[in-house]
């Protein structure tokens, strides 16, 4: 068992099943370098829809916190026991109308998540956080990002 998936078990987080709704992988690596394809807000209930300024604070986060959980079973998947993960880039796209402005917030949501799951050193990352008008399945929230793999120092 990867530190990953450890982490979220001591954190009572499931991660669930992802797979590809394309023609597409979940994740490239190429060398030390994982481009870790878009994950939208999906809980095994279903989307988190959006746009995101109709949802209270609460449905926010937690639209957040699906497409980041869907990001951690990706990168889970994609390490061996002996490495670890350190987030280079997060991307993260809010559905929203154009008078909404709390992309940060809504951001604010996934990174916390990844510093809880990756600690301080593998989670701290730059970020964009923009607002769209449509993302697949309408979801409210999907991120990608650019992670760096190294071997585990532990």
Same mark, same amino acid.
């Given at each position: 068992?990867?530190?990953?998936?450890?982490?979220?078990?001591?954190?009572?987080?499931?991660?669930?099943?992802?797979?590809?709704?394309?023609?597409?992988?979940?994740?490239?690596?190429?060398?030390?370098?994982?481009?870790?394809?878009?994950?939208?807000?999906?809980?095994?209930?279903?989307?988190?829809?959006?746009?995101?300024?109709?949802?209270?604070?609460?449905?926010?986060? &937690?639209?957040?916190? %699906?497409?980041?959980?869907?990001?951690? $079973? /990706?990168?889970? !998947? @994609? +390490?061996?026991?002996?490495?670890?993960?350190?987030?280079?880039?997060?991307?993260?796209?809010?559905?929203?109308?154009?008078?909404?402005?709390?992309?940060?917030?809504?951001?604010?949501?996934?990174?916390?998540?990844?510093?809880?799951?990756?600690?301080?050193?593998?989670?701290?990352?730059?970020?964009? &956080?923009?607002?769209? %008008?449509?993302?697949?399945?309408?979801? $409210? /929230?999907?991120? !990608? @990002? +650019?992670?760096?793999?190294?071997?585990?120092?532990?």
């Amino acid at each position: 068992m990867n530190y990953i998936r450890q982490r979220c078990a001591e954190l009572g987080l499931d991660l669930p099943p992802v797979s590809p709704r394309g023609l597409y992988h979940t994740a490239v690596r190429n060398g030390d370098t994982l481009y870790v394809s878009g994950q939208v807000s999906r809980t095994e209930n279903g989307v988190i829809g959006g746009p995101a300024d109709v949802l209270s604070g609460e449905e926010k986060v &937690a639209a957040a916190r %699906a497409a980041t959980l869907r990001i951690l $079973a /990706v990168l889970a !998947d @994609m +390490i061996s026991p002996d490495e670890r993960i350190r987030i280079l880039k997060l991307m993260v796209y809010v559905m929203t109308n154009p008078a909404f402005q709390d992309h940060s917030k809504v951001a604010d949501g996934a990174s916390q998540l990844l510093i809880d799951v990756l600690g301080e050193e593998g989670a701290v990352h730059s970020r964009t &956080a923009i607002g769209v %008008a449509s993302l697949p399945t309408s979801g $409210a /929230v999907e991120l !990608d @990002m +650019i992670c760096a793999i190294s071997a585990s120092d532990r």
